[in-house]
C-alpha cells in the first residue's frame, strides 16, 4: 500500500466557541478514495473544512506530502496541493465555464483534462456558468478543483440535490480523479455508492472515529454500517 499523502493524528476542530471533531487520525492515499460516513451532525463537515483551512484546528497535526499544513491559512494549503469541493455549488455564474476553469488554474493544471473528464463541461465551455444545469455545476466545480492540479481533493456531499442518474455519473468521474493518482477523501450521503467506489472508510459519530476499515466490510454488513452510525444494532423492524 503506498504512504499516505494526507494524514491526519489527534486532530480536534471547533466550529465557533463548541468543539465538534475531537481526536481524530485518518490516512488518505494516492490513488484511493478514502470514505467518511456518519449521520447528520456527525462532523463529517467541519471534519472537512478544518482539513481545508475553513475551521479551527485546535489540537493535532494534518499533514500533506509530508508538510505540516494546520497553521497555514487556506490559500496556502490549496498551492501545497489540497483541493476542496463544498457542499454549496459556488461558481462564477457570469463567467463562462472555461473562463470558470482559467480562473481557478493559478497557472498550474490544464483546463483540457477538465473537458476530457467531463466531455458535458467541453461541449459547454462557452456558456456562463449560471446557465448550467444543478449536475453540470457540479462537474465545473469538481474541475476546478481538478485543474489547480491537486494531490489531494476533498468532496463533501457533491450529491445533495441531484437526480440519481447524476450522482452515478459524478462517481464515476470520482473513480477517474483517483485514476490519474490524486487522492480522494469523500463524503456522501449515498453510502452504498460511496462504499462501493472507496478503499477505506471511516465512520464519524459524534465527532469520533468509531469505524475505521475496509469499505468491503461496510459494504457486506448492513448490520454493522447501522451500528457504526447509530451505536446500536438495527431492529427487527429497520432490516425488513
Known amino acids: 500500500m503506498s504512504d499516505p499523502i494526507l494524514s491526519l493524528t489527534g486532530v480536534h476542530i471547533n466550529r465557533g466557541e463548541v468543539e465538534v471533531v475531537h481526536d481524530v487520525s485518518l490516512d488518505v492515499t494516492p490513488g484511493a478514495v478514502t470514505v467518511v460516513l456518519g449521520a447528520n451532525g456527525a462532523g ?77 463541461l467541453d461541449k459547454r465551455r462557452g456558456l456562463q456558468a449560471g446557465h448550467l444545469s444543478g449536475g453540470e455545476q457540479q462537474m465545473l466545480v469538481v474541475g476546478r478543483a481538478l485543474v489547480a492540479d491537486p494531490k489531494v481533493v476533498l468532496i463533501d456531499e457533491m450529491s445533495l440535490g441531484l437526480a440519481p442518474v447524476v450522482v452515478q455519473r459524478l462517481m464515476r468521474a470520482v473513480v477517474d480523479l483517483v485514476g490519474l493518482g490524486i487522492a480522494v477523501l469523500l463524503i456522501e450521503q449515498f453510502a452504498h455508492l460511496a462504499l462501493d467506489v472507496g478503499a477505506n472508510a471511516y465512520v464519524l459519530r459524534k465527532g469520533r472515529v468509531v469505524f475505521d476499515g475496509p469499505c468491503s466490510q461496510l459494504r457486506g454488513d448492513s448490520a454493522l454500517l447501522h451500528e457504526a452510525y447509530f451505536g446500536q444494532a438495527p431492529t427487527e423492524s429497520e432490516t425488513r
Open 44 to 120: 463529517k463537515t467541519t471534519l472537512m473544512d478544518g482539513i481545508a483551512g475553513l475551521a479551527p484546528v485546535t489540537k493535532g497535526t494534518v499533514s500533506l506530502g509530508g508538510q505540516a499544513i494546520e497553521r497555514l491559512p487556506t490559500y496556502k494549503r490549496a498551492l501545497a496541493g489540497l483541493g476542496y469541493v463544498e457542499q454549496a455549488r459556488t461558481t462564477f455564474r457570469t463567467l463562462t465555464v472555461e473562463q470558470n476553469l482559467l480562473v481557478a488554474q493559478a497557472g498550474k493544471g490544464d483546463p483540457a483534462t477538465v473537458f476530457r473528464l467531463f466531455p458535458e
